[in-house]
């Protein structure tokens, strides 16, 4: 029986900060322009994946009245958006406003609710900011934005965060944490802890977003069908003609229903213009 994969696409929201520091010079550039060059520039993370990613955007600072209004601050998530986020941004720069996070974040939780990503695209957040956090009357502290990250993921929603010019590895790391599920309060860089990411130019930007957003580009492909997983070494996977190893370059998800493409064939899986991907199995082993 031949099955035909099918890809996992994300919905990844972009929370931007433009609070007035974003203005600031950052080798050569503003914080704000080296964001816009990273995403969607010519080599942008979002310009290159636009077409297997749901991209939205959500801009934050505390000059949006009454705040935090998102009012004209953002663009709904969709495939081959990255102009019109391009634009968005743009018609947007900073304007002397504070950094309420954990509103900004509260509020992409709440559209991620009223909006929700496509049948089994996850829901991810990705949050770029160059200072610590407040709130709209500029109090707070960290702690509303960590606690506003752990809801998101008690939500089923992921939050990754890049840190521009220097922001306290503390805070970044317990955002990180708390995004993917982890304990917060943990030392900066721990075994086991969630990765951030710190940028101090504007080369070191642009990889750190495409690290992110090219590892949320999954080589997890769903099948419309169910494989007994004991038998799963006697089926055969090829990409793009190509036979892959078992065990290697390709495994079976204990549900019997994923294949997990890992290895250098995930890199080739994600690179690939337009990908195809072909699972045969014996009729044996195949359970439904």
Same mark, same amino acid.
């Given at each position: 029986?031949?099955? !035909?994969?099918?890809?996992?696409?994300?919905?990844?929201?972009?929370?931007?900060?433009?609070?007035?520091?974003?203005?600031? #010079?950052?080798?050569?550039?503003?914080?704000?322009?080296?964001?816009? #060059?990273? @995403?969607?520039?010519?080599?942008?993370?979002?310009? !290159?994946?636009?077409?297997?990613?749901?991209?939205?955007?959500?801009?934050?600072?505390?000059?949006?009245?009454?705040?935090?209004?998102?009012?004209?601050?953002?663009?709904?998530?969709?495939?081959?958006?990255?102009?019109?986020?391009?634009?968005?941004?743009q018609n947007h720069p900073p304007n002397n406003g504070s950094t309420p996070t954990a509103d900004a974040l509260d509020q992409v939780v709440a559209d991620f609710a009223a909006h929700p990503p496509p049948m089994g695209s996850p829901p991810l957040i990705l949050l770029?900011?160059?200072? @610590?956090?407040?709130?709209?009357? #500029?109090?707070?502290?960290?702690?509303?934005?960590?606690?506003?990250?752990?809801?998101?993921?008690?939500?089923?929603?992921?939050?990754? =965060?890049?840190?521009?010019?220097?922001? !306290?590895?503390?805070? @970044?790391?317990?955002?990180?944490?708390?995004?993917?599920?982890?304990?917060?309060?943990q030392a900066p860089g721990c075994a086991g802890c969630a990765p951030y990411y710190t940028t101090n130019d504007p080369s070191a930007l642009s990889s750190a977003f495409a690290q992110i957003i090219g590892g949320a580009i999954s080589c997890d492909l769903n099948i419309?069908?169910?494989?007994?997983?004991?038998?799963?070494?006697?089926?055969?996977?090829?990409?793009?003609?190509?036979?892959?190893?078992?065990?290697?370059?390709?495994?079976?998800?204990?549900?019997?229903?994923?294949?997990? =493409?890992?290895?250098?064939?995930?890199?080739? @899986?994600?690179? !690939?213009?337009?990908?195809?991907?072909?699972?045969?199995?014996?009729?044996?082993?195949?359970?439904?």
């Amino acid at each position: 029986m031949h099955f !035909a994969p099918t890809k996992t696409t994300p919905s990844i929201e972009l929370l931007i900060d433009r609070s007035g520091s974003m203005d600031t #010079n950052f080798g050569g550039v503003s914080r704000f322009q080296a964001i816009q #060059n990273g @995403l969607f520039g010519a080599s942008g993370a979002v310009a !290159a994946h636009q077409h297997e990613v749901y991209f939205g955007e959500a801009m934050f600072a505390g000059d949006q009245q009454p705040c935090l209004s998102l009012g004209g601050y953002t663009s709904p998530r969709a495939m081959t958006n990255a102009s019109s986020l391009a634009t968005l941004t743009q018609n947007h720069p900073p304007n002397n406003g504070s950094t309420p996070t954990a509103d900004a974040l509260d509020q992409v939780v709440a559209d991620f609710a009223a909006h929700p990503p496509p049948m089994g695209s996850p829901p991810l957040i990705l949050l770029a900011t160059d200072g @610590l956090p407040n709130s709209c009357d #500029n109090s707070g502290g960290n702690g509303p934005s960590i606690a506003s990250t752990q809801h998101a993921y008690a939500r089923g929603i992921r939050t990754y =965060i890049v840190g521009l010019a220097g922001v !306290a590895d503390q805070y @970044l790391q317990d955002v990180a944490n708390a995004g993917v599920g982890k304990s917060v309060g943990q030392a900066p860089g721990c075994a086991g802890c969630a990765p951030y990411y710190t940028t101090n130019d504007p080369s070191a930007l642009s990889s750190a977003f495409a690290q992110i957003i090219g590892g949320a580009i999954s080589c997890d492909l769903n099948i419309t069908g169910m494989v007994d997983p004991t038998q799963a070494s006697a089926g055969t996977v090829t990409l793009d003609g190509t036979p892959l190893s078992y065990g290697t370059d390709w495994t079976l998800d204990p549900n019997g229903m994923t294949i997990h =493409i890992v290895g250098s064939a995930c890199t080739t @899986l994600k690179t !690939a213009a337009n990908p195809v991907v072909d699972a045969a199995f014996p009729c044996g082993a195949v359970i439904q």
